[in-house]
């Protein structure tokens, strides 16, 4: 964001904004993605396997971790 700041124009550091929330956007869709395959792999049926409820989990607790170390620290 250091980049947008020093921007010469607004149009400029507006376009920076858009291109790198776009990136990251489209960066963790592919990574949840890739998360995916495997899990999907394993589970040939709809109901929730023990590998899709510790995968949730940890990614509750993660975000949870995050939101915390955000807010309180």
Do not use: D
């Not at 949730?56 to 309180?72: A, D, R």
């Amino acid at each position: 964001m250091v980049i947008a700041t020093n921007a010469n124009e607004l149009g400029n550091g507006l376009g920076y904004v858009v291109a790198f929330g776009v990136g990251t956007t489209i960066g963790m869709s592919f990574i949840t993605t890739l998360m995916s395959v495997p899990i999907s792999i394993i589970t040939k049926n709809h109901r929730v396997t023990t590998v899709q409820a510790i995968c949730g989990l940890f990614s509750v607790l993660v975000g949870l971790f995050l939101l915390f170390e955000t807010l309180v620290l």
